[in-house]
């Protein structure tokens, strides 16, 4: 199994584009995240999925927009690129909700830098 | 408001030596516990989860308990190896709280030295 894959691994952005970061699981879990993490903190949860069609906004939503058209896929959209948005994004998936005895699966992330 | 605490910061061992983790945490209601590794360059990977029950879990060489009475967890390795050089990062669930929310802590980072 791959289990969580991110695509783009790096990206460098100008102030102002788009983009889109892709992160596909093949473990049929209906439960996915998206996470940032700036140097030497906690990840922040962005938005979370907990089936298709259905997502959510986490503590940091803020210039960025999810969808969820498949159990697969979870991509990420940055509309309009700011400096404050240059992190490392996770893309994460479980079977079930958080706070069951299961564990998350994380991708390796997508370094994001916004100059 | 959820609060999960590491400590130390960093910290620095050479090979074969013992260690200790802690973790400090203010979620409320409290559903598990959870210890994460994560290499540099790559996403994090679950190495134990305890739930309210549960005391002490082990996996190989490491070894986390949870003391819920107090709201501390730490998580020990025992004969350090260069491959355990990484970050350890603990993460507390609330239960019945929006599916998505868990608390991060900051992780410490572990650099083992030969």
């Known amino acids: 199994n791959a289990g969580v894959t991110q695509t783009p691994k790096f990206r460098i952005l100008k102030i102002g584009q788009s983009m889109t970061l892709q992160c596909t699981q093949d473990?049929?879990?209906?439960?996915m995240y998206w996470y940032r993490q700036d140097p030497g903190m906690g990840l922040k949860l962005i938005y979370y999925s907990v089936g298709a069609g259905i997502t959510d906004k986490g503590e940091v939503p803020n210039g960025y927009n999810v969808s969820r058209s498949t159990t697969e896929d979870f991509p990420l959209r940055l509309e309009l690129a700011a400096p404050s948005q240059t992190s490392v994004y996770f893309c994460?998936?479980?079977?079930?909700?958080?706070?069951?005895?299961?564990?998350?699966?994380f991708g390796d992330g997508t370094r994001l830098s916004i100059l | 408001k959820n609060q999960v605490e590491q400590s130390p910061q960093s910290l620095i061992i050479l090979e074969g030596k013992n260690c200790t983790l802690q973790?400090?945490?203010?979620?409320?209601?409290?559903?598990?516990l959870r210890w994460y590794k994560q290499d540099t360059g790559r996403g994090p990977v679950s190495l134990t989860i305890m739930t309210f029950s549960e005391n002490t879990k082990s996996n190989g060489r490491y070894t986390a308990t949870l003391d819920a009475d107090t709201k501390q967890s730490s998580l020990h390795i025992t004969a350090s190896q260069l491959s355990d050089s990484a970050s350890y990062i603990c993460?507390?669930?609330?239960?019945?709280?929006?599916?998505?929310?868990?608390?991060f802590g900051d992780g410490t980072t572990l650099t083992v030295k030969p």
């Open positions: 973790c400090n945490y203010t979620v409320s209601p409290f559903s598990n």
């Open positions: 993460v507390v669930s609330a239960i019945n709280t929006n599916a998505g929310k868990s608390t």
């Open positions: 994460a998936s479980s079977y079930l909700q958080h706070y069951s005895n299961q564990p998350q699966h």
């Open positions: 473990m049929n879990h209906n439960y």
